[in-house]
C-alpha cells in the first residue's frame, strides 16, 4: 500500500471539501497543507491573511514537514495530504516519486473570483496553474502516473468521481465520503477562519451551478494569461 496520497490544488478548488470527504474514511488521515509554513518562509513578501498565524505554529523546513509526517504514518492508515500545487518545488524528487499524485484544478475565472476577496492584487503564482502544469509534465516525462480531476466534474456527480479516483487510488469508494458534518476539523490548517467559512457550512459537496463571471480588466487579463495554461492541463485528460 502506498503510504501518501498527494492533492495538488490551486486555491479556491474544493480542495477543502475532498480533503473532508477523505477524512471520513477510517482508512485515511488527512494533513492540511503541510509544506505552507515551508512556503511562507519562502517567500517572505508574499501576502496571505494567516501568514502570522502559520508562521508561528508550522514547521519552515521541508525536512521538519517530513519527519512531522513519518511520525502520523501507521501499517494501515494512508495520508491523504492537501497539498497546494505552487508548493510543489518545496517537496524533494525522490519522496515526491513515492507518492499517488492527484491534481485538482478549476475554471480561472471562479477561482479569480473568490480568491480575490481574500488577496486583493493575486498573480498568476498565487492561482498555480503554471505551476500545476509544470508538476504534470514532470511526472510524465519520469513515467509517474497522475491523476487529473475538475472541481466542476467531481460537483456535477460527487459519487462517479469519487469512485474514480479511488479506483485510480487502488482504495474502494465507500459511501459515507459524500457527507460529513456541518463543522470545523481538528485537522484544519491555522488558516481555516480565513478560507473555510462554506465548507464548515456545508454537509457534501455543493451542488454545480454554472456562473457567468464579470471580473475587472485587470483580473480578466489574469484569467486570460492563466487560461491558457489551463487549457493545456485540460489536454490531458
Known sequence: MNKYISLWSGPRNVSTALMYSFAQRSDIQVVDEPFFGVFLNRYPHLYRPSRAEVMSSMPLLE???????????????????????????????????????????????????SFSKQVE?????????????????????????????QSEAILKNPEAELAKLCDF???PFKPNMLSWSAQARSEDGPWAKYWYHNVHQSTGFAPYTKKKYKLSPQFQALADEATMHYQKILSYL
Open 63 to 113: 525536512t521538519e514537514v517530513l519527519a512531522q509526517l513519518q511520525q502520523k504514518e501507521q501499517p494501515t492508515v494512508q495520508l491523504f495530504l492537501k497539498n497546494m500545487v505552487n508548493h510543489w518545488p518545496l517537496v524533494n524528487w525522490e519522496k515526491k516519486k513515492e507518492w499517488q499524485h492527484v491534481f485538482l484544478f478549476r475554471d480561472p475565472q471562479a477561482v479569480i473570483e
Open 121 to 149: 492584487e493575486p498573480q498568476l503564482f498565487d492561482l498555480g496553474y503554471a505551476e500545476q502544469l509544470n508538476a504534470i509534465m514532470e511526472l510524465e516525462q519520469a513515467e509517474i502516473p497522475f491523476y487529473l480531476l
Open 169 to 171: 487510488l487502488n482504495i
